[in-house]
């Protein structure tokens, strides 16, 4: 037999025991079109267009491929993987006569309002497409602030816009104003500047409950549905404003099946994980699920001061570096909390006409912090903290000693010194009826962690200090 013939048949073999292995939906978004299956003497090569996906194929499917090979060959093989951009050109091109130059339907207040060029700038507006004073400037990648909380979900927003349809759909999910709107723009404009025939919509999943509701009410259905079950991008932001719609929820999922079966891209975002969109059924959280999931968490102190300097300069707005520090301090969570303050002191500098210092910035923001900032209580922390390290409600009020419970009753006590103005006996009375020598002495063992940022021994694991401090901080300042 022929070694080309034979090395094809292998691989055959190979892409069925592996689509078995991993189940066919899996295999169909990893190793479908896009991806090269080889075999090159004593290796066997995996080929992808796109870093992102040979990255996420090698981590999550290595020893998928290595129990493949070791059950089909009869030779070890070992796995080699290859980046090939060529490719690209076997991802599933824009149909002739689909395209909508426009790119959308008539949304308003939609990204569908405004098209982006080459520079990130306005189109020149064409028949329909007329653009008027104060419509939304819509983001792109190049205006993205990333941090360690957004790594993820930026590197697989880029791989996706390069390669719409690589990988779909793609979720992603957490609370407001930590970018997921501006991860979906963009890859919204970063799609309609790559491919100008290419047929994109973006719009909210309330917006899109509308837009069904009056066709339905308007015996307009085929007109709704060709519009979005012929799209080469769908974008839908905060998915769940679908629960307890059933009507929609089933429309969206014909939607969705029809697109995916095309090789379509899909891109949500939602302000909960997966697991807390159980109102929107099992099908579609399936088909979400089975795609890609990132979360976006709430940026961390050196995002929001990157975050505010950059803002800072869109305004024109002259702020010294101490009070950048400042508003990163107090300003946490919110990106839009951020803008707004920065909004308040350019008034100031307007009215009063001297430039910033960190004192007139503390007495122009006074209030807005005073405003925005939620008293945190034993209570708040003692919740955080068990949600953080799995615990029962009431263990860290118990007499237990272990230290999969200790070392987080010492952190909660650390927190309740820091955002609370409990008294040391009161806060050793909440957690389990310890003495204020013992808060003490709690204190000074956390400060020593975060010195060399030990483990806090938890039931599942060790999580280190600093990031056991920023996830539990996090959730206290959302709420």
Request: a positive charge.
């Amino acid at each position: 037999m022929d070694v080309a013939v034979s090395g094809m048949e292998i691989v055959s073999d190979l892409r069925l025991a592996l689509s078995n292995r991993i189940g066919d939906e899996r295999f169909d978004l990893w190793f479908g079109r896009a991806t090269r299956l080889s075999i090159d003497q004593d290796a066997f090569c995996i080929e992808t267009p796109d870093q992102f996906s040979l990255d996420w194929i090698r981590k999550h499917f290595r020893d998928d491929l290595e129990h493949v090979t070791a059950s089909i060959c009869e030779r070890p093989l070992k796995l080699v993987f290859r980046l090939d951009a060529a490719l690209k050109r076997h991802q599933r091109p824009p149909e002739a006569g689909t395209a909508d130059r426009g790119g959308h339907p008539p949304v308003t207040g939609g990204p569908e309002s405004e098209a982006c060029d080459s520079n990130g700038g306005r189109e020149k507006p064409g028949r329909g497409d007329q653009l008027r004073p104060g419509k939304r400037r819509f983001s792109h990648f190049n205006q993205f602030v990333t941090g360690n909380q957004n790594r993820i979900a930026f590197t697989a927003a880029q791989s996706i816009a390069e390669s719409p349809g690589s990988v779909t759909p793609f979720l992603v999910y957490g609370p407001h104003g930590v970018g997921k709107s501006h991860l979906l723009e963009s890859i919204w404009c970063s799609v309609r500047m790559s491919s100008r025939n290419s047929r994109c919509v973006y719009l909210s999943a309330e917006q899109f409950t509308t837009y069904f509701l009056e066709a339905l009410q308007g015996s307009g259905l085929p007109s709704f549905r060709r519009k979005y079950r012929d799209v080469d991008l769908l974008v839908l932001d905060d998915i769940q404003f679908f629960a307890g719609k059933q009507a929609t929820i089933t429309e969206f999922l014909h939607t969705s099946d029809a697109l995916l079966r095309d090789g379509r891209q899909l891109v949500f975002a939602a302000d909960r994980p997966p697991a807390e969109l159980a109102a929107l059924g099992p099908e579609i959280l399936g088909r979400m699920t089975g795609g890609l999931v990132c979360e976006v968490q709430p940026p961390d102190e050196a995002t929001r001061e990157e975050l505010a300097r950059r803002m800072a300069a869109d305004l024109e707005l002259a702020v010294p570096p101490s009070v950048l520090r400042y508003i990163a301090e107090e300003f946490f969570g919110d990106a839009r909390q951020i803008r707004g303050a920065l909004h308040r002191l350019k008034a100031t500098v307007q009215t009063w006409g001297s430039p910033l210092s960190l004192q007139s910035a503390e007495e122009s923001l006074q209030e807005l912090i005073s405003s925005h900032r939620r008293a945190v209580r034993l209570n708040d922390i003692n919740r955080v903290v068990c949600s953080t390290f799995g615990l029962n409600p009431d263990a860290l009020q118990s007499t237990k000693k272990s230290k999969s419970i200790s070392h987080p009753r010492m952190l909660a006590m650390w927190l309740a010194r820091k955002h609370t103005r409990a008294a040391l006996t009161e806060i050793g009375q909440y957690f389990g009826r310890r003495s204020h020598s013992t808060v003490i002495a709690a204190q000074k063992r956390v400060n020593g962690w975060m010195q060399t940022n030990s483990p806090i021994f938890t039931a599942e694991g060790g999580l280190s200090t600093s990031e056991a401090i920023r996830k539990v901080e996090a959730q206290l300042k959302t709420g």
